[in-house]
Each structure stands twice: as structure tokens, then as C-alpha cells.
């Protein structure tokens, strides 16, 4: 079976620190979404890329998030500085560019900022 | 924007019985995708179901069916014959036609299965 995989899963850092979550998105797909999870806020989208050219980032603090696409094998998702209120699971999702085609979404990544 | 409701927090379900899981929808447009996604303890996101809106059979998928009322902007899920692994939080969600297609995703129900 084809997977998105995220890295890593867990990760727990001080305030002030970078953080990069990785996502390898399914061969083929050409939609990535980064979306967050908290319990106060559930699912929120962060960004989002289309044939590697980000077309959302709405959702994103544009003053400490970033997300790129350096080729079509991986999107990355940096914080910095990181705060305590990041902390989240962070999940990527992939699919077809079409609107019938469900996404498909890595494992998330557990980020705790202490 | 479009806006996704669960307004079941919590529900629960004796083994092998049937529960419903409820959702509605807020949108202007007339065609677009709605899924049911599940999401168990391990948080990976499962997908379940997924409906059409030009569609006016509802969709199927062995023990999981939907009930589509495209006027009311409802899209519930019916689990029947429940199994302990149904056990999980399950999220309603739509995705915009056009443009960003992005999934707005419901609050969640979580599923408790009784043995």
C-alpha cells in the first residue's frame, strides 16, 4: 500500500528552538496539505500545494511558519522559533488534483514545545 | 466559507448494535464531495466513506452507509453491526470544488463500541 510518510513522529523541544516535520507524499499525487490538530481547534489547514506551488497558506502565522515543497518527494514544515502554543499533531495529507479523489494522510507528528 | 457541524461530541453504541453519526453542512455551491474520515487511537486518518452531492444514491461501504439530504446540507453515517474496532473518533468533512480544494474538516464525534 502507498503511504504518506511523516517524520518524525514525535518531537518535544524548548521554546525558541527550529523544528522541521518532513512529509513524503504518495508517488503520483500532486496535492499536499499540511493541516493541524489540537483539541481546542480540531482539524485547522495550514497550507496547502498544487503541483508544488503553494496556492494556501492562509491558515499559517506567516511570522513563524513556513512550508515549501523542494521537489515533488517532500514538503517541509518549519517553525521557528517555536512556542508552547504550537504544540499539536501536525498532519500531511496528499492526492490527485481532483476534487472526487479523497486525501490520504500520514501518521502526524506529535510536536510538543515546552 | 463553507462551515462542517458535528453536534455530537461523544456517542456510544453497544457491540453489534447500530449507531448514526450526525453531520451537516454549510455551502453555496451545488456540486462538491463529502467524506467520513475515522481516526482510532493510533491518529492515523482513515478514510470511510465518500459521497458525491450530484449523486442522489447514498453511498456504501460494507457495514458503513451514508443518508444524504442534499437539501437539508445533512450527511450522516450509519455504522451498523458495531465492532469494538469502530472504536474511534470519526470527522465529517467537505471538500471545495474548484480552486484550493481543500477538506474542512467537522469538530469529530468519538465513538465508544460497549461489549
Known amino acids: 500500500d502507498a503511504r504518506v510518510t511523516q517524520t518524525p513522529r514525535h518531537k518535544v523541544t524548548e521554546m525558541g528552538q527550529e523544528v522541521t516535520m518532513r512529509c513524503q507524499p504518495i508517488?503520483?499525487?500532486?496535492?499536499v496539505f499540511w493541516y493541524r490538530q489540537t483539541m481546542m481547534q480540531g482539524l485547522e489547514l495550514l497550507a496547502y500545494?498544487?503541483?508544488?506551488?503553494?496556492?494556501?497558506d492562509s491558515g499559517m502565522p506567516k511570522d513563524r511558519f513556513s512550508a515549501e515543497m523542494p521537489d515533488a518527494t517532500l514538503a517541509t514544515l518549519k517553525i521557528q522559533p517555536s512556542e508552547p502554543r504550537d504544540s499539536a499533531v501536525y498532519f500531511c495529507a496528499s492526492g490527485l488534483g481532483a476534487t472526487r479523489s479523497p486525501l490520504h494522510f500520514g501518521n502526524g507528528t506529535r510536536l510538543t514545545v515546552t | 466559507a463553507q462551515t462542517v457541524t458535528q453536534s455530537q461530541p461523544e456517542m456510544s453504541v453497544q457491540e453489534a448494535e447500530t449507531v448514526t453519526l450526525s453531520c451537516t453542512y454549510d455551502t453555496s455551491e451545488s456540486d462538491y464531495y463529502l467524506f467520513w474520515y475515522k481516526q482510532p487511537p493510533s491518529r492515523q486518518m482513515i478514510l470511510v466513506i465518500r459521497q458525491e452531492a450530484y449523486k442522489q444514491q447514498n453511498a456504501t461501504e460494507n457495514r458503513f452507509s451514508v443518508n444524504f439530504q442534499k437539501a437539508a446540507k445533512s450527511f450522516s453515517l450509519k455504522i451498523s453491526d458495531s465492532q469494538l474496532g469502530d472504536a474511534a473518533m470519526y470527522f465529517c468533512a467537505y471538500r471545495t470544488p474548484g480552486g484550493a480544494q481543500k477538506l474542512v474538516f467537522g469538530q469529530g464525534t468519538r465513538l465508544t463500541i460497549n461489549p
Open positions: 500545494f498544487r503541483n508544488r506551488a503553494p496556492l494556501d
Open positions: 508517488l503520483g499525487h500532486n496535492t
